[in-house]
T-cell receptor
Framework: GAVVSQHPSWVICKSGTSVKIECRSL??????MFWYRQFPKQSLMLMAT?????????EQGVEKDKFLINHASLTLSTLTVTSAHPEDSSFYIC?????????????FGPGTRLTVT | GENVEQHPSTLSVQEGDSAVIKCTYS??????FPWYKQELGKRPQLIID?????GEKKDQRIAVTLNKTAKHFSLHITETQPEDSAVYFC??????????FGQGTTLQVKP
C-alpha cells in the first residue's frame, strides 16, 4: 500500500541552528501534505498545509518564518525549523491524503523526534 | 476555529469489558471522522473511520457511531484485551482535508 516516509527519524541540534525534516510519498503523488507537531502526552496539532506549486498555509499561531515549508515536488515536502530553541523540541509528523478518488484516509509518516539542546 | 473535544482523557477497564470514548466537533462542514491508535513514539494508526452519510460502522470488536445533528461521534471497543492499551485519538476532517484531532484518551486494559 501507499507509504509515507520521513527523514530523519530523530535529530538532536544545538539551540540557534536550523533543522530540515523531509516527508516523502513513496509510491504515489501528493499535491498536498500536512505537518503536525506533537508534544509529549499531548495531541497532534496541525501546523500547516503544504501545497505543491504554491505557498504553504499555516494554522493560526504558527510562525511561518520559523517553520519553513517547501513542497519541492509531487512526492516531497520539507519542514525547516529555523533558529531552533529547546521549546521546539517535539515529535513532528507529516501526512498525505490517500490518492484514490473518493477516499478520505490520510497516510502518516513515522514521525521525526527533534531535540534542541 | 475548528475544535474537537474528546472524553475521557484516561480510561481504565478490566479485560473483557467494553470501552467507550466520545468526541464532539464544532465544524458542521466536517464529513469524515477517523479514529487512531497511537503507541509511544509511533505514527497514528487508523483503526476505524466513518463518513458523514453513515450513522454507524463496525469492524469486529470496534464500532463507531455518528450523530451529525448533535455533532457527536463515539468509539466503542468490546471484549477489551491488554493489547488494546494505548492512546486513542478521534479526529474530524472538513472540506479542506485538514484533520483536527481530539485531545486523546489513554486506555488501560487491566488483565
Amino acid at each position: 500500500g501507499a507509504v509515507v516516509s520521513q527523514h530523519p527519524s530523530w535529530v538532536i541540534c544545538k539551540s540557534g541552528t536550523s533543522v530540515k525534516i523531509e516527508c516523502r510519498s513513496l509510491d504515489f503523488q501528493a499535491t498536498t501534505m500536512f505537518w503536525y507537531r506533537q508534544f509529549p502526552k499531548q495531541s497532534l496539532m496541525l501546523m500547516a498545509t503544504s501545497n505543491e506549486g504554491s505557498k504553504a498555509t499555516y494554522e493560526q499561531g504558527v510562525e511561518k518564518d520559523k517553520f519553513l515549508i517547501n513542497h519541492a515536488s509531487l512526492t516531497l515536502s520539507t519542514l525547516t525549523v529555523t533558529s531552533a530553541h529547546p521549546e521546539d523540541s517535539s515529535f513532528y509528523i507529516c501526512s498525505a491524503p490517500r490518492p484514490e478518488p473518493g477516499t478520505y484516509e490520510q497516510y502518516f509518516g513515522p514521525g521525526t523526534r527533534l531535540t534542541v539542546t | 476555529g475548528e475544535n474537537v473535544e474528546q472524553h475521557p482523557s484516561t480510561l481504565s477497564v478490566q479485560e473483557g469489558d467494553s470501552a467507550v470514548i466520545k468526541c464532539t466537533y464544532s465544524d458542521s462542514a466536517s464529513n469524515y471522522f477517523p479514529w487512531y491508535k497511537q503507541e509511544l513514539g509511533k505514527r497514528p494508526q487508523l483503526i476505524i473511520d466513518i463518513r458523514s452519510n453513515v450513522g454507524e460502522k463496525k469492524d469486529q470488536r470496534i464500532a463507531v457511531t455518528l450523530n451529525k445533528t448533535a455533532k457527536h461521534f463515539s468509539l466503542h471497543i468490546t471484549e477489551t484485551q491488554p493489547e488494546d492499551s494505548a492512546v486513542y485519538f478521534c479526529a474530524a476532517e472538513g472540506n479542506t482535508g485538514k484533520l483536527i484531532f481530539g485531545q486523546g484518551t489513554t486506555l488501560q486494559v487491566k488483565p
